[in-house]
């Protein structure tokens, strides 16, 4: 007997990212590779995840010491491993019940850690305050952002609940709206003015829903992710005093926060609303995620974000806690790895060059990339990058020729989907489609991961030249 008919129309309705289709077609070739099909290429280069273990980025040797030690207290006896990793193994696991990080931990996670994260972010917001009560350690920023969604979104009421989002945006996030029966409420950042999010924007795309869908929350992610922008302060400031007047929650996915490449500084949302003082200060209601699975540190695996609730009805809060508690215990090595992206060796510990030197080398090759993706591709007939200025991607937008666009129609396919597979195909490179991530009308990009050694970096960008240069010659 099948359930299929009991299943929610939400979930029935929740979109098939193009990305699904080019999946499929890798997991093909990688076994056509295998089986020793002759290709023009001898692997494929993956840079459709913001994951940078995937790339070739080598996890941070300090981390991963710690960890290991977690997980066999044994390497802890004698001398092979420093003394700061040996100590913070041993009061990571003073923390665990039974001291070991197989156990359970509570539902918002080991109190220890929450302290020190509470600590992290009062240190990165110039000493604002952080209350650990209103920190929930979970397993990835996604899932505490969804279950944030599941008391916004009330899938009962007479009209649905609309979240605005940027577009482009992370598609796991519309997914997430959809899924639970929301209304994803598009607002455009502005590509021209290097993707930047304008107030006017966020006026039209409220107007434009009007009698479709209640409108709840505000979601923004600062740095961005495709479009890598970095939000100025003046533009949070405009964003809160929206969400203010206009009675909206405001989602800030954070989780990019440690990569910056540009001029621009990071703000978190909670320091500017706290700096704007009363009333605003008091009354918006805020949810900031931050997550072990980005930065240089790109323990994505391990599964380990936190939320920080700013200004929340405490019967709210308790809601909130309650779907929490659904799922018992965060991942205790996710939490550990937080707790070590955010208290990092110190200088004068045992760790510290080491760090420091992983670190900066991860730092400057991204910054490096950052570059010479946005020449080569700039440099690139039919191709045009704005400026990454943080996260983990190149957004660039394809000027695609008519009779390629043509082309993909007669196949049934977004026309950047279609440019994203024959760019597989021929070259070996795995790009998402701007498509899955919502785009102005009639536009078409690409985004892929820039989080990588410089060397593949270069392959890939080599690749993707030669690709794009037939490519417009075959359909101009
Ligand atoms: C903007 C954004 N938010 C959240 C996440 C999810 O992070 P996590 O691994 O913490 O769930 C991602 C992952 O790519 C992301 O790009």
Sequence with gaps: MSVLQEISSNVKNMKTLEYSLLARWTKQIKEDLRQGVKKPF????????????????KPLTFVRQVLAACLYPQLMNGEKLPVDVRQRAQKLLDGCAGWSVGS???????????QRVSEFISRRDGGVQSNPEN????????????????????????????????????????LSIEGLGGVVVPYYLSEERGWELQVEE?????????????????????????????????SMQEVIRFASEKRLFLLADEVYQGCIYGEKEFVSYKRVLSEMGPP???????????????????????????????????????????????????PVLGQIALDLMTNPPQPGD???????????HIRSTVVKNVKKACEVINSLQGFSCQAVEGGAFAFPRIHLPAKAIQKAKEAGMQPDTFYCLRLLEEAGVLASPGSDYGQEEGTFHIRFCILLPHDVLGELLQRLSDFHTQFMKDFS
């Design 202 to 234: 966020l006026h039209r795309a409220l107007e434009s829903c009007k009698g479709a869908c209640h409108p709840i929350a505000l979601y923004v992610i600062n740095p961005g992710n495709p479009a890598g922008q970095v939000q100025s302060r003046k």
């Design 135 to 174: 920190i929930f350690l979970c397993c990835g920023s996604q899932w505490a952002l969804t279950r944030i969604l599941n008391v916004l979104v009330n899938a009962e009421a007479p009209y649905p609940t609309g979240v605005l989002t940027p577009a482009p945006c992370y598609s796991t996030t519309t």
């Design 42 to 57: 001898k692997e494929v280069i993956d840079v459709s995840w913001g994951d940078p273990h995937r790339g070739g980025v």
């Design 280 to 330: 605003l200060s008091d009354t918006v209601e805020l949810a900031s995620f931050h997550s072990a699975s980005k930065g240089f540190m790109g323990e994505c695996g391990l599964r380990g974000g936190y939320v920080e609730l700013v200004n929340l009805d405490p019967a709210v809060k308790k809601y909130i806690y309650t779907l929490f508690c659904a799922d018992s215990s965060p």
């Design 350 to 360: 045992p760790s510290y060059l080491l760090y420091y030197q992983e670190t900066q």
């Design 104 to 114: 359970y931990s509570a539902t918002g996670g080991l109190p220890e850690i929450v």
